[in-house]
Nanobody, 121 residues
Framework: QVSVTESGGGLVQPGGSLRLSCAAS????????MGWFRQAGGKERDIVAA????????YYTDSVKGRFIISRDNAKNTVYLQMNSLKPEDTAVYYC??????????????WGQGTQVTVSS
């Protein structure tokens, strides 16, 4: 199982950028696919992007294609989400987790505290 700590969120104006980081620990990190999820107020927590253990990108949700980039550094046990051209509808709490690629859901059903991203002028 993998434990995570997300960071890098904040308040940004529309069109701005943020880089989220996910510091991970656990024996399976380097063999797990990892993903970023987000949950806006009153809505379900949905996957945003996923990356395989080798660094190959597995998935982007349609609304972030061309704007967000997921990456990982296995030597640093860290997963990143570079978010560009941010829109108000990107406002949410962002979570990092291991991903079951067959379902694109949290593999272990264990969550970190998340990091708040607010896009507003």
């Amino acid at each position: 199982q993998v434990s995570v700590t997300e960071s890098g969120g904040g308040l940004v104006q529309p069109g701005g950028s943020l880089r989220l980081s996910c510091a991970a620990s656990g024996p399976t990190f380097r063999s797990d696919s990892m993903g970023w999820f987000r949950q806006a107020g009153g809505k379900e927590r949905d996957i945003v992007a996923a990356i395989g253990f080798t660094g190959s990108v597995r998935y982007y949700t349609d609304s972030v294609k061309g704007r967000f980039i997921i990456s990982r550094d296995n030597a640093k046990n860290t997963v990143y989400l570079q978010m560009n051209s941010l829109k108000p509808e990107d406002t949410a709490v962002y979570y990092c987790a291991s991903v079951d690629e067959s379902t694109m859901k949290n593999k272990y059903d264990s969550w970190g505290q998340g990091t708040q991203v607010t896009v507003s002028s």
